[in-house]
């Protein structure tokens, strides 16, 4: 999760100024978090008021929760960065989804992740809270692959181990030097999900494949969240880094996100 946050940080400059390099200053003052650390929050919040002693046996009523918490924090923070239909449905306080495959399932899905105790369990959950939004094919796939990919990262998984699961979702047959001259902004999941996956796998720890995330351009903030997300669960986070987390939340996110933390994140 915290992976997730400080990749769209990192990332929130570089959304619509890319850049196509891994040498960029990696926090500064003009960073800032955008709707990708709200609806992470957002999703972790539903799984703590959801929780009935470690089990969420409703989906629906998971699925009803997680759209009132959607609906809090996007309109306590509705400045982050949202996109168009997302504002409508947000604004609406809708609970029908818009059939979106965009990548905003699979940017705010990682707290699932944490919280399940199987793969298929958080498949199932991954599914769940993709399409209260995201209800088209490609909107679940991008969100059950990634929270599968962090499901086996942070059970200690090898690379080729969480390649063979997400090569079930994604035909990865690319690196990001093929890709990174020509690569442009694509929010949806199969245009940015694959790219942030290949940004893990080519990585070295965690701030590597923050940098790889962001050196191809395009939807930054999403890319290197998506990309953070599996590599805190594969690597950690240095506390270097994490010790910079706070500066850049405003306080109820971050307290929202260390509750979740302190009640799951044990692995």
């Known amino acids: 999760m915290y992976g997730a946050i400080l990749g769209d940080i990192v990332g929130s400059v570089y959304e619509f100024h890319h850049i196509k390099t891994k040498e960029f200053p990696f926090l500064t003052p003009q960073n800032r978090f955008t709707d990708d650390t709200v609806m992470t929050v957002a999703v972790a919040d539903a799984i703590v008021h959801a929780d009935r002693d470690g089990v969420i046996r409703d989906v629906s009523a998971f699925q009803k929760q997680l759209c009132s918490s959607m609906h809090q924090w996007g309109r306590r923070f509705w400045t982050a960065g949202y996109g168009q239909k997302f504002m409508m449905w947000l604004f609406r306080r809708s609970e029908e989804p818009y059939h979106s495959y965009g990548n905003g399932a699979a940017m705010r899905v990682s707290p699932i992740a944490w919280y399940g105790d199987s793969l298929e369990s958080v498949c199932t959950l991954a ?46 047959a690319f690196t990001l030097a ?32 923050i940098r790889n995330a962001i050196s191809i351009g395009g939807d930054s903030d999403t890319i290197a969240a998506i990309t953070g997300s599996v590599a805190e669960a594969f690597y950690g986070i240095p ?29």
């Open 127 to 172: 599914q769940a809270s993709a399409a209260v939004t995201h209800d088209h094919p490609e909107g679940i796939k991008g969100a059950v692959c990634v929270a599968g990919a962090v499901f086996l990262a942070r059970n200690g998984a090898n690379k080729e181990e969480i390649r063979q699961f997400t090569s079930r979702y994604y035909d990865i």
């Open 239 to 267: 506390q270097y880094l994490t010790e910079q987390i706070p500066h850049y939340l405003d306080p109820s996110l971050a307290r929202a996100a260390n509750d979740f933390a302190q009640k799951y994140m044990h692995s």
């Open 178 to 209: 093929d890709i990174r001259p020509t690569y442009r902004h694509d929010e949806s999941c199969q245009g940015s999900v694959p790219q942030a996956l290949q940004a893990f796998f080519e990585a070295e720890h965690f701030e590597d494949a």
